[in-house]
């Protein structure tokens, strides 16, 4: 390229050229197309495609100097010149066919190129974009025109399909997540991550790295402050052991951070951290968690209680034991038992946005920009982290990109943070996607067994779990996780014998964290594959089955004790969701697919229940306010990233303030806006966030119409942006301006601290066709029910379901995050990872209960991550139902399927090269 032959972006020639080697997305967003997206640079999830003369791309793929003379067109420029919106962003704003929007810039780019053919096969035309967040309903009903979004009158928009508030900004490539924003003299971080799964620094020589042009800064473990804190972000710190370093003399996992070097440019700061040379004493490592709890075992993290690891010695970060009834009477009163071994496996979170962070210092604020679920407790990890006064600490995000509870940690701020401190200028750091694999968090992985025994009325009478939960190099949310997985699985069966034991362990492995379900998944598929076996056993449908043993109203929801909480029934839709489903799989007419000659067709349900909040606390605080315009400032401490609750807020604030959902302007997710925000996880963006946003909108109800009462006499009413007062209309913007000459503040805030807890409901079902000659799973059918209370937005719940389902699918069949004999990760990219795409995802009928919910905003309840825990046990008693196999390890994956039919002597699955003893996958017949 030269300043003869430039390329052209939207339209305006580019002066100057690119850097030797520099790919095309770089280029492009160096140069303000920040619609241009990051999220594999591999090629394999489409963010970042544009148009080169009019043919899609993947500019991460592309170099940058080969669009010399070439027209390349981003999502900037696909509107019009006069700000009108391009045909397919038009169509992706009426279907909403997108959720954080990550991904969205790079999927309109794909579909506003396809041609007749391609949009007649979007699974094909689609293979190379991938959406984390919708289940790709949403994204086919974009391209093919179909409108979902429906005006709503002002004043009347809760239960209405209202379109998202950011939504032109998705479309349109103008949304702004954590690094789009040109930050001038910003210098660039990169970390030296341990090869080792245990190993202690002997020494680290920096004179390569800080002779590299452009390295300013190296930081090892002698640079960062010895103050034990949890990645984990919790509202009570007490949920979860203080077993972390910014930077550490010992390493405990492959790829934990050794070191990170700040330079002038991210090559440099590579270039550096490859120079360092890092000596290591290598340690014994544990990989395996039962062989880690063995006494002699190498002791992973030997701390002192302080730190409120469980057990060190033991390398158990925590437990659990419960015990109600007598577990062996039940057990001896049984006509049916059912015993396995169950297992489920590490999972990505795959949120296309990396985790990343910007800092800065903002006149003595240590200031960080950051892709992240929590804010305020992030600023409160950072202070306590650093040893800096909380006031002196601001985080902000704008959207984020996925999240589904990987950004529920502090995993890149307190490293950036403290190279800010010490250089006092602004500082970069973005993990790639390999680091995002190998360096941050996963699912917990959990083995557990299972026995439970029923009588022959179809009564529960025993239920005994042994749970042994990998927590991997580090606690963060080992308690939390356990805990939850025993609690909730099994608390929605009413029997009188219970039993729990189990223990969260460290393991020289990549750390586990929070994911979406939070144990319940995991926990769930054990349960609800036995509950399906009992039914069996005693000749019962599974559903009615479960209709004999599910809790009701009144019943005692008890799992590891009997302790009163604070959790009720502000609403139940159990038995319609149950009922929803069976009658959906009894109508064979509705399938969106049909059986193959010689494949096995069975089906299967589960069900799942989930708090709706978190429990040791959980705070929501919102201030809304009359701007001088007329329209209102709504400000909430909660983040956006793809959960929906900025558009459920919105729908609150104008349905208890009369006016239009255009009229809510919305600021979030940043600490100096309210007092505290304990963050978007467990559920609470709605019913935590969203009751402090109904709580401040109502009060400014009142106090505007007192203001005006009091102002322009008589009775006043507010109504459809106006202010009633007799038989005269007073516009807001004048009541504002003679409101404030009169010294009257017209705002109002609101809090919720997250108790009294309700809970929610889903039930999952599908019919299957198997392959017994290959263990390929078809599914023909998929159906779910929800009680989410009072629909807010029946648009963007279905899209939450979806997305959840399509999540939990991927985790059924083919999702695992796999490691070598020495604890490294060896998935590392989204092509050996299969993240789903849009020909994996079958299409699903969603059904809502009709409740309402006494503790939620004008009834709602949660409805974000429990759509995913009922799903990966569906599909197994499904398989079950068609195969007659029972499979006890997750993921379903063909080859795993084939071998174990093959095992259990199924027909026409041994007739290949491969012999059952090459299983990786346990199954039982």
Known sequence: MSEADPMRLNGRAIPGEPAPGQCLRTYLRENGAFGVKKGCDAGDCGACTVHVDGAPVHSCLYPAARAAGREVTTIEGLSGADGALAPMQQRFLDAQGFQCGFCTAGMIMTAAALDDEQMADLPRALKGNLCRCTGYRAVGDAICGIRHVEPAPAGDTVGRAVGAPAGPAVVTGSARYTLDIDVPGLLHMAVARSPHAHARIVSVDDSA???????????????????????????????DPQDTLILDDVMRFVGQRAAAVVADSQGAAEAGARALAIEYAVLPAVIDPELAMVPGAPVIHPKDPATRISDPDRNIAAQVHGHLGDIEAGFAEATVIHEARYRAQRLQHAALETHCAIGWMDDGVLTVRSSTQTPFLTRRGLSEALGIPVERVRVLCERVGGGFGGKQEMLTEDLVALAVLRLGEPVKLELTREEQFVATTTRHPMVIDVRMGARADGTLSAMQLTVLSNTGAYGNHAGGVLFHGCGESIGVYRCANKKVDGHAVYTNTVPAGAFRGYGLSQVIFAVESAMDELARGLGLDPIEFRLRNVVRPGDPMVSTTDELDDVVYGSYGLDQCLNAVRTALGNRAADTAEAPDGWLVGAGTALAMIDTVPPNGHRGEARVSLAADGRFLLEIGTAEFGNGTTTVHAQLASTALGAAVGDIRIAQSDTTLVGHDTGAYGSTGTVVAGAATLQAATALRGTVEAAAAKLYGGPARLVEGVVLCDDRRIELSRLYADAAEAGIALSETGSNDGTPRSISFNVHGFRVAVDPATGEIRILRSVQAADAGRVMNPLQLRGQVEGGIAQAIGAA????????????????????????????????????????????????????????????AALANAVRDATGVRFTRLPLARDAVWRGLAAAGVPDSQDRSLTPQDSTGEATQ
């Open 209 to 239: 790295a800080l002779a590299v042009p452009g390295v300013r800064l190296v930081l090892t473990h002698l640079d960062a402050p010895k103050r034990h804190f949890s990645t984990a972000r919790h509202e009570d710190w007490r949920d």
């Open 813 to 872: 069949l083919y999702e695992e995050v796999r490691l070598d004999d020495a604890g490294s990760v060896i998935t590392r990219t989204f092509r050996g990872y299969h993240v789903p795409t849009f020909a994996d995802i079958p299409p699903t009928d969603v059904f809502f209960a009709e409740t309402h919910d006494s503790v939620g905003p004008l009834g709602a309840k949660s409805m974000s991550e429990a759509p995913f825990n009922p799903v990966p």
